[in-house]
């Protein structure tokens, strides 16, 4: 594999873990835990024994995990193979950590998503998944290959930089950005009028093009402004997901018209926030 690729973990930057922002809760331990740790996820919520999160691992790593406590299981991540700037799955959110090319050797791959119960791996040093994935046709938000990495993420070593939406400039989400140890970088941003959300009613169902609308404000959805709506408990979450998957599929106003895998000019663009 390119040792110039990287592994992204995609995230939403302004929600809440146990009532707590979670930047500042990452800050607080240094590292970036899996669902089995937090409870919560940007997918399905089925990180317990038995469950089917539990059952994934236990089958693609046979066994060696089923017996570990929750801090020992691999955190999910994606290859961002094509190199995108908001980081290989912007599905799970706006905001990515890029992890340090010397993660990739204690990550596995698997294409597709282990949701899928997918018969294809790979690792660093024997990757044939970039090939089937090219040779796909996936929708925008399912167009990754998942990375599972395996040992501790620790923000201030593991982590080449954190990069976020514009939109967060100036926020409280910028100022806990800055005290994680990593990196801050920003890449072109995602924004999204309701006159093209409307275009798009059989994407989602019409039902979450009329909640979009709804939220938006002056007529526009930015991360922020989803992530508003997802914390003041007016909305059913995973309608407010929706909206997100909206705006993360039309949003993207730095995306080439084609699917090419030639690098982006920089994978965030660092502008400010460097410590």
């Known amino acids: 594999m390119d040792p110039e690729l990287r592994v992204t973990l995609n995230f939403h930057p302004d929600r809440l873990l146990h009532g707590k922002p979670i930047l500042d809760a990452m800050a607080e331990g240094g590292v970036y835990h899996s669902q089995f ?3 919560t996820s940007n997918g399905g919520l089925t990180a ?28 999910y991540g994606a290859l961002n193979f094509r190199r995108k ?12 950590f890029r992890l340090a090319a010397e993660t990739l050797t204690r990550t596995t791959f698997c294409y597709p998503d282990s949701f899928l119960e ?24 399912d167009d990754y290959i998942e990375a599972q990495v395996h040992g501790p993420v620790q923000l201030q070593c593991h ?8 939109c967060y400039r100036g926020t409280t989400v910028e100022a806990s950005a800055l005290v994680l ?17 409307r275009r798009h009613p059989g994407y989602r169902s019409q039902e979450y093009v009329d909640l979009g609308t709804q939220i938006a404000v002056d ?19 995973q309608a407010v997901k929706k909206v997100w998957h909206y705006l993360a599929r039309f949003g993207a106003p730095w995306k080439a018209m084609d699917r090419s895998v030639t690098p982006a000019p920089m994978e965030g663009a660092v502008l400010d926030g460097l410590r």
Do not use: K
């Open 85 to 96: 700037p908001v980081g290989g799955a912007p599905r799970f959110g706006s905001a990515h």
């Open 48 to 75: 317990h024994p038995g469950g089917d999160r539990w059952r994934w691992e236990s089958r693609i790593f046979d066994g060696a995990y089923d017996e570990a406590t929750a801090d020992e299981r691999p955190v």
């Open 37 to 39: 740790v937090t409870g």
């Open 219 to 237: 007529g526009v959805l930015d991360p922020r402004i989803v992530g508003n709506a997802a914390r003041v408990g007016l909305y059913d979450p």
């Open 118 to 141: 997918p018969s294809d791996f790979g690792v660093a040093a024997r990757m044939g998944l970039i090939e089937l994935a090219l040779a796909d046709r996936q929708d925008e938000l």
């Open 159 to 166: 982590v080449e930089a954190l990069v976020l939406d514009p």
């Open 181 to 197: 140890g990593c990196p801050v970088e920003w890449h072109p941003g995602f924004r999204l009028g309701v006159e093209e959300l």
